[in-house]
């Protein structure tokens, strides 16, 4: 079996690239989706969330508002590693245990897709470490297409909690492009896929 972690900053169109691996048969664990999981109603994470933070996060009583949880900790630096404290053990045990799920099943190919994969030591369950990359202007024009009501200091915020784009150049196995055209990218997904394939 062979391991890929997928990561990128935020509107990089990681997604994207995880999308066209899963069609190419990739088995993909997405830490967003774990991380929506695991803030549910009633759940560990979700308790002390609210311990942390107060009812003020809930949207109706019971889910937690994300929208309004990301305003509060992404201006806020302290406010954001408390919250990283309580939910990244959580995805990191919940991505190990899917992880060992397709040993079992002998997958060929799985994908560890995380936008904090090197922030979080995630690139030490992984064979390789994918990069997409593109330049902080393309980020925050995607961002602020995608996200109507974010101001450009939110977006700047988001965008910069991240670890920097030269540092994780440094630690990736393999570099995607993602800043032309959806056609460029497929092209590039299909090499690799074809590269990786071979081994």
């Given at each position: 079996m062979k391991v890929i972690g997928l990561?990128?900053?935020i509107a990089s169109g990681k997604s994207t690239v995880s999308m066209?691996?899963?069609d190419k048969g990739a088995v993909i664990i997405d830490a967003d989706e774990?991380?929506?999981?695991?803030?549910?109603p009633g759940k560990p994470a979700w308790k002390a969330?609210?311990?942390?933070?107060?009812?003020?996060i809930l949207l109706d009583g019971e889910n937690i508002d994300r929208k309004?949880?990301?305003?509060?900790?992404?201006s806020n630096r302290t406010m954001l590693e408390k919250l990283n404290r309580i939910t990244h053990p959580e995805i990191v045990l919940e991505i190990k245990r899917r992880l060992d799920y397709c040993i079992k099943k002998r997958e060929k190919i799985v994908v560890i897709d995380a936008a904090l994969l090197l922030e979080i030591g995630l690139d030490s369950m992984v064979d390789?470490?994918?990069l997409v990359?593109?330049?902080e202007k393309t980020q925050l024009e995607r961002l602020l297409a995608r996200e109507k009501d974010m101001s450009f200091e939110e977006a700047m915020d988001r965008i910069r909690v991240q670890m920097p784009l030269d540092k994780k150049k440094k630690m990736a196995d393999r570099i995607i492009d993602n800043s032309g055209s959806i056609k460029?990218?497929?092209?590039?997904?299909?090499?690799?896929?074809?590269?990786?394939?071979?081994q």
């Open positions: 990561t990128g900053g066209l691996l899963r774990i991380s929506r999981d695991i803030l549910r969330a609210i311990d942390c933070f107060g009812r003020e309004k949880l990301g305003h509060m900790v992404f390789e470490v994918w990359a593109v330049d460029d990218t497929k092209q590039k997904i299909d090499e690799l896929w074809r590269d990786i394939s071979r």
